[in-house]
């Protein structure tokens, strides 16, 4: 799989690997096995006698195999059983990982001098009582991406254990591994946990110093107290400890998307106030509203988002896992026989939900019942709509399926084993889209029954949402605080405040030390962030130091900026507005203009459009105002926080561009753009999303030519929306010089251009990267490439429902075939342009090409 490393461009040199076509890969493995063994046996010059098996296709273990090796490397094999392997008693390393095996054998008990044993990536469901209490000297095990739903109960009878690995498993359960006296680092992260045990962190003598146990449905700790490591897991029980009296807390994050006009707002509203409350069009939300409502059971957060385009852009900023995903649908305006209608108002909401947080919750509202000929088409309808998203559903299973089996029937399949684990991974995932609920939003017995049938959903799917936390007393009591903070007005009405402020504040009405208030206050402001009642960026350095009480404050802020009317907006600034930014009314013509013709915003008319919306809120604090909107010297939040989730990428308005200028060669060159060297009061921000066509990149561009190099970066099932919009901002940070399209952007390093473009034939999505043919060195062309590529890998990380592959197409003309890249992974220490030895490389239709055409390689 193409692993989603935190890649600089500087870094990317290196970083890939190319495979070489199926029908001309030399034999991986060597019919003189006896021979492969014995020269592949060497000693290292400190004792240990070592032996590399890895990548042979083996199927089970050869009897050839010197017993005394103390060394063993099997990865990536075709083993299913470990028969034999009781023979090895010298073993000290083993690596079985990236094979088949389901059984754990009996015979690992022999191997009484093992230290280190790696069998992650094999389909192990059980093992055996009776084998880890003869493993006394193992310290290292790593199980992980396997199918373990228990583990032994004689675990803890490994006593040398210091680093244990079962992430990617499906265990309820860890309570065995209580009692293991050396155990320093824990991994079980991605299991199906709800507890973990209080006894592997409360022990006198216990060695944690790492716990990693994110993704699992904890109840007790919750996962946002996971996150903060060992101490903050140690400082929880001890409060559970302190305070028996303990709270189990049912909040639900509920997100209202759908299309434009299709009644979320409505929905929302009339839950919240338990009667019909209609919403006139002028009053539609823009950008986000947050409510929350309270029942006896629940306390759910309403998350009412827009559906205009331009919002969704925005959307992934707030979009979180575990929450239940209410997806509303027109029902008057749907049409059955329209495929249009079905793509366009549920399945582009439900496919980019699964391809962001893969594992939601989603329940189908049908709305405007009312305006419906009669019962009869509402029921015709709901059918077709339920039809089709299982079917939906099952084609993408299918999908995935059928690319996992095209994998598997490589004639090298260990070069893809990393690809058919994010395919596993991916067919693991389990969207669940509940039936369709039709109601009449004007009824007041409508809306009783879609609160009730919400509540019904929420105890039913619990497991997926999460939506149970048990909570020490303390930690609601410090919850407490904040919103007595909030109401008592001493923290003010916009919300933004200090860390260590807030910290002073609650200190003064709680019985805490300062050091379990520290600890204490950044599992809530995590836990409350996830649910959406205040907003924490605690991985964004700069503002790490400040809390967001108030989230519909800093998305009105957003909204003043990424909106749907923004060019009216601009024409709309008065001049009062315009003189305290210093500008004159001409300018705010020119702002218009390039924002119509570049999507390009000045940062003069953000700042302008921001302190508008302060006014409206009636925010009077001068030097608040200046640290939301900024000064021509120092960005503010609001730019930070869109240059940061790549929203817009700086730029100047006036840039010169100068082909001929020094060349940025990742991992070579040490460059610093001239924005960073002196910040320019003519800048602004380019927002691709605001731009209509491609012309000015097709026009420096011209025509793709048969030579050119060319890369095409495939994703399963399709590329989510607003992906290529973020690409592109990614990509042209890279470098000073550089075009930008709507769906095009064209990259300038010295006297080469790079021209990064989404494509869709046939229904698969693709980003092609092309450069021109150089006349003699490769090696530039393909940095530049690579560095996009690097970036491409690290986006995609965000959405972990999205798999892709990368081809180069064979450059002969009309001829359909390609070469495959491999896994990207293991090779990230070596000289990629070395690896690929062959000086020409024939595809499966016969054409012959020079490899450095078809793959980095050094001319």
Same mark, same amino acid.
């Given at each position: 799989?193409?692993?989603?490393?935190?890649?600089?461009?500087?870094?990317?040199?290196?970083?890939?690997?190319? $495979?070489?076509?199926?029908?001309?890969?030399?034999?991986?493995?060597?019919?003189?096995?006896?021979?492969? +063994?014995?020269?592949?046996?060497?000693?290292?010059?400190?004792?240990?006698?070592?032996?590399?098996?890895?990548?042979?296709?083996?199927?089970?273990?050869?009897?050839?195999?010197?017993?005394?090796?103390?060394?063993?490397?099997?990865?990536?094999?075709?083993?299913?059983?470990?028969?034999?392997? &009781?023979?090895?008693?010298?073993?000290?390393?083993?690596?079985?990982?990236?094979?088949?095996?389901?059984?754990?054998?009996?015979?690992? &008990?022999?191997?009484?001098?093992?230290?280190?044993?790696?069998?992650?990536?094999?389909?192990?469901? /059980?093992?055996?009582?009776?084998?880890?209490?003869?493993?006394?000297?193992?310290?290292?095990?790593?199980? &992980?991406?396997?199918?373990?739903?228990?583990?032994?109960?004689?675990?803890?009878?490994?006593? &040398?254990?210091?680093?244990?690995?079962?992430?990617?498993?499906? /265990?309820?359960?860890?309570?065995?591994?209580?009692?293991?006296?050396?155990?320093?680092?824990?991994?079980?992260?991605?299991?199906?946990?709800?507890?973990?045990?209080?006894?592997?962190?409360?022990?006198?003598?216990?060695?944690?110093? %790492? @716990?990693?146990?994110?993704?699992?449905?904890?109840?007790?700790?919750?996962?946002? +107290?996971?996150?903060?490591?060992?101490?903050?897991?140690?400082?929880?029980?001890?409060?559970?400890?302190?305070?028996?009296?303990?709270?189990?807390?049912?909040?639900?994050?509920?997100?209202?998307?759908?299309?434009?006009?299709?009644?979320?707002?409505?929905?929302?509203?009339?839950?919240?106030?338990?009667?019909?409350?209609? %919403?006139?069009?002028?009053?539609?939300?823009?950008?986000?509203?947050?409510?929350?409502?309270?029942?006896?059971?629940?306390?759910?957060?309403?998350?009412? *988002?827009?559906?205009?385009?331009?919002?969704?852009?925005?959307?992934?900023?707030?979009?979180?896992?575990?929450?239940?995903?209410?997806?509303?649908?027109?029902?008057?305006?749907?049409?059955?026989?329209?495929?249009?209608?079905?793509?366009?108002?549920?399945?582009?909401?439900?496919?980019?939900?699964?391809?962001?947080?893969?594992?939601?919750?989603?329940?189908?509202?049908?709305?405007? @019942?009312?305006?419906?000929?009669?019962?009869?088409?509402?029921?015709?309808?709901?059918?077709?709509?339920?039809?089709?998203?299982?079917?939906?559903?099952?084609?993408?299973?299918?999908?995935?399926?059928?690319?996992?089996?095209?994998?598997?029937?490589?004639?090298?399949?260990?070069?893809?084993?990393?690809?058919?684990?994010?395919?596993?991974?991916?067919?693991?995932?389990?969207?669940?889209?509940?039936?369709? /609920?039709?109601?009449?939003?004007?009824?007041?017995?409508?809306?009783?029954?879609?609160?009730?049938?919400?509540?019904?959903?929420?105890?039913?799917?619990?497991?997926?949402?999460?939506?149970?936390?048990?909570?020490?007393?303390?930690?609601?009591?410090?919850?407490?605080?904040?919103?007595?903070?909030?109401?008592?007005?001493?923290?003010?009405?916009?919300?933004?405040?200090?860390?260590?402020?807030?910290?002073?504040?609650?200190?003064?009405?709680?019985? /805490?030390?300062?050091?379990?208030?520290?600890?204490?206050? $950044?599992?809530?402001? $995590?836990?409350?962030?996830?649910?959406?009642?205040?907003?924490?960026?605690?991985?964004?350095? #700069?503002?790490?130091?400040?809390?967001?009480?108030?989230?519909?404050?800093?998305?009105?802020?957003?909204?003043?900026?990424?909106?749907?009317?923004?060019?009216?907006?601009?024409?709309?600034?008065?001049?009062?507005?315009?003189?305290?930014?210093?500008?004159?009314?001409?300018?705010?013509?020119?702002?218009?203009?390039?924002?119509?013709?570049?999507?390009?915003?000045?940062?003069?008319?953000?700042?302008?459009?921001?302190?508008?919306?302060?006014?409206?809120?009636?925010?009077?604090?001068?030097?608040?105002?200046?640290?939301?909107?900024?000064?021509?010297?120092?960005?503010?939040?609001?730019?930070?926080?869109?240059?940061?989730?790549?929203?817009?990428?700086?730029?100047?308005?006036?840039?010169?561009?100068?082909?001929?200028?020094?060349?940025?060669?990742?991992?070579?060159?040490?460059?610093?753009?001239?924005?960073?060297?002196?910040?320019?009061?003519?800048?602004?921000?380019?927002?691709?999303?605001?731009?209509?066509?491609?012309?000015?990149?097709?026009?420096?561009?011209?025509?793709?030519?048969?030579?050119?190099?060319?890369?095409?970066?495939?994703?399963?099932?399709?590329?989510?929306?607003?992906?290529?919009?973020?690409?592109?901002?990614?990509?042209?940070?890279?470098?000073?010089?550089?075009?930008?399209?709507?769906?095009?952007?064209?990259? @300038?390093?010295?006297?080469?251009?790079?021209?990064?473009?989404?494509?869709?034939?046939?229904?698969?999505?693709?980003?092609? #990267?092309? @450069? $021109?043919?150089?006349?003699?060195?490769?090696?530039?062309?393909?940095?530049?490439?690579?560095?996009?590529?690097?970036?491409?890998?690290?986006?995609?990380?965000?959405?972990?429902?999205?798999?892709?592959?990368?081809?180069?197409?064979?450059?002969?003309?009309?001829?359909?075939?390609?070469?495959?890249?491999?896994?990207?992974?293991?090779?990230?220490?070596?000289? *990629?342009?070395?690896?690929?030895?062959?000086?020409?490389?024939?595809?499966?239709?016969?054409?012959?090409?020079?490899?450095?055409?078809?793959?980095?390689?050094?001319?």
């Amino acid at each position: 799989m193409l692993h989603n490393k935190t890649l600089s461009a500087a870094s990317c040199s290196w970083f890939y690997f190319a $495979r070489v076509p199926k029908q001309l890969g030399k034999p991986a493995f060597c019919p003189d096995l006896k021979h492969k +063994v014995n020269v592949l046996i060497h000693n290292t010059g400190n004792s240990w006698e070592e032996c590399d098996l890895s990548g042979q296709k083996l199927k089970s273990l050869p009897r050839e195999l010197l017993t005394h090796v103390k060394g063993l490397d099997l990865q990536r094999n075709k083993l299913k059983r470990m028969t034999g392997i &009781s023979r090895f008693t010298n073993l000290m390393e083993l690596n079985l990982s990236r094979n088949k095996i389901m059984e754990f054998s009996q015979e690992m &008990s022999n191997l009484c001098q093992l230290e280190s044993l790696y069998m992650n990536q094999n389909n192990i469901r /059980l093992i055996p009582e009776g084998i880890f209490p003869h493993l006394r000297k193992l310290k290292f095990l790593k199980l &992980s991406s396997n199918r373990l739903s228990k583990l032994p109960s004689d675990i803890n009878q490994c006593t &040398s254990i210091t680093h244990l690995d079962l992430s990617k498993n499906c /265990l309820q359960n860890i309570q065995p591994l209580v009692g293991l006296p050396k155990l320093k680092e824990l991994f079980v992260e991605k299991n199906q946990l709800t507890e973990l045990p209080s006894q592997l962190f409360q022990n006198s003598s216990c060695e944690l110093t %790492v @716990c990693k146990a994110t993704g699992n449905p904890l109840r007790c700790p919750p996962e946002e +107290v996971c996150v903060g490591g060992v101490m903050d897991i140690q400082s929880y029980f001890h409060q559970m400890e302190m305070n028996p009296n303990t709270h189990s807390a049912w909040t639900v994050k509920t997100m209202f998307l759908g299309s434009s006009m299709a009644g979320k707002s409505t929905l929302c509203r009339s839950l919240r106030e338990g009667k019909p409350m209609a %919403v006139a069009v002028e009053d539609r939300t823009e950008g986000i509203e947050i409510s929350q409502l309270y029942t006896q059971e629940v306390r759910f957060l309403l998350w009412d *988002f827009a559906g205009q385009e331009e919002y969704y852009l925005t959307h992934h900023v707030f979009i979180t896992p575990r929450a239940l995903v209410i997806l509303t649908v027109d029902l008057a305006s749907y049409s059955i026989v329209d495929p249009d209608s079905f793509k366009d108002q549920l399945w582009f909401w439900i496919n980019n939900i699964q391809l962001r947080v893969p594992n939601s919750v989603i329940l189908l509202v049908g709305t405007h @019942c009312d305006q419906c000929r009669d019962q009869e088409e509402v029921m015709e309808k709901k059918k077709d709509i339920e039809e089709k998203v299982q079917t939906k559903l099952a084609n993408r299973r299918m999908v995935l399926e059928r690319q996992k089996k095209n994998l598997q029937e490589n004639l090298n399949v260990s070069l893809f084993m990393d690809q058919l684990d994010e395919l596993d991974c991916l067919l693991e995932y389990n969207l669940k889209v509940l039936n369709l /609920l039709a109601i009449d939003c004007t009824k007041t017995e409508d809306i009783a029954k879609l609160k009730s049938h919400i509540l019904t959903c929420i105890l039913s799917e619990n497991a997926f949402l999460c939506s149970e936390s048990i909570l020490p007393k303390s930690y609601e009591e410090v919850e407490q605080v904040i919103h007595s903070l909030v109401a008592l007005e001493e923290i003010p009405q916009h919300g933004i405040i200090l860390l260590e402020e807030l910290s002073g504040l609650i200190l003064n009405h709680v019985k /805490l030390s300062r050091e379990s208030l520290h600890s204490i206050l $950044r599992f809530l402001l $995590r836990y409350l962030h996830r649910i959406g009642v205040i907003i924490w960026y605690e991985d964004i350095s #700069i503002l790490s130091d400040r809390v967001f009480i108030q989230p519909s404050f800093l998305i009105s802020m957003f909204k003043s900026i990424v909106r749907h009317d923004l060019v009216q907006q601009l024409e709309g600034v008065s001049r009062d507005l315009l003189m305290q930014e210093g500008a004159l009314v001409k300018q705010k013509f020119t702002w218009v203009d390039d924002l119509r013709c570049k999507g390009m915003l000045h940062n003069a008319a953000m700042r302008i459009l921001v302190r508008r919306e302060l006014e409206k809120l009636v925010v009077d604090d001068d030097d608040l105002i200046e640290e939301v909107v900024g000064t021509k010297k120092e960005k503010g939040i609001i730019l930070t926080l869109l240059q940061y989730f790549e929203v817009c990428l700086p730029t100047l308005v006036r840039s010169p561009l100068n082909p001929q200028a020094q060349d940025f060669i990742p991992g070579e060159t040490q460059w610093v753009s001239s924005r960073e060297a002196k910040r320019d009061p003519d800048e602004a921000c380019l927002f691709p999303i605001y731009l209509k066509d491609d012309l000015t990149v097709r026009h420096k561009w011209g025509e793709d030519k048969q030579d050119d190099l060319s890369v095409q970066v495939y994703f399963l099932p399709e590329i989510p929306h607003g992906f290529f919009h973020r690409v592109i901002v990614m990509t042209c940070s890279l470098y000073p010089t550089h075009w930008v399209g709507r769906e095009q952007c064209l990259l @300038c390093c010295g006297n080469r251009l790079a021209l990064v473009k989404q494509k869709n034939k046939d229904g698969d999505w693709y980003i092609e #990267i092309r @450069c $021109r043919r150089p006349e003699d060195e490769f090696r530039q062309s393909w940095d530049l490439i690579l560095a996009v590529m690097s970036k491409l890998f690290v986006l995609s990380g965000q959405w972990p429902g999205l798999t892709q592959q990368v081809h180069t197409p064979c450059p002969e003309r009309g001829c359909p075939h390609y070469f495959t890249w491999r896994d990207l992974e293991e090779i990230s220490n070596t000289d *990629f342009y070395n690896l690929v030895k062959e000086e020409k490389l024939v595809c499966q239709g016969g054409h012959t090409r020079r490899t450095e055409l078809i793959f980095p390689k050094a001319k």
